[in-house]
């Protein structure tokens, strides 16, 4: 069965940087493509990044720049490097993938940039 665990949120200072990891399994990772989505309070959820099974990367406008998605396929890992982190910035991250037809999402992990 498809698992996507994230972790790596927590509390940052504005202009500072995280790194999220995504930890998949049940599926052939290699194979499919890896999105980050947020989700602030009261806001609809919204694709942050992409990276594709060859590798391709897409991010949304205000992403550009400051965050980067990486995968490692012998680990069956996604990343997400976030810098110069703003306070809007703020929302649960959710790791997650297409398989079979079906969505997949992980439980989220919360980052929060406050000073």
């Known amino acids: 069965q498809v698992q996507l665990v994230e972790s790596g949120g927590g509390l940052v200072q504005p202009g500072g940087s995280l790194r999220l990891s995504c930890a998949a399994s049940?599926?052939?990772?290699?194979?499919?493509?890896m999105s980050w989505y947020r989700q602030a309070t009261g806001k609809e959820r919204e694709l942050v990044a992409t990276?594709?099974?060859?590798?391709?990367?897409n991010y949304a406008d205000s992403m550009k720049g400051r965050f980067t998605i990486s995968r490692d396929n012998a680990k069956n890992m996604v990343y997400l490097q976030m810098n110069s982190l703003k306070p809007e910035d703020t929302a649960m991250y959710f790791c997650?993938?297409?398989?079979?037809?079906?969505?997949?999402w992980g439980q989220g992990t919360q980052v929060t940039v406050s000073s």
């Open positions: 997650y993938t297409k398989f079979l037809w079906e969505n997949y």
């Open positions: 049940g599926f052939t990772f290699s194979r499919y493509a």
């Open positions: 990276i594709t099974s060859a590798g391709s990367v």
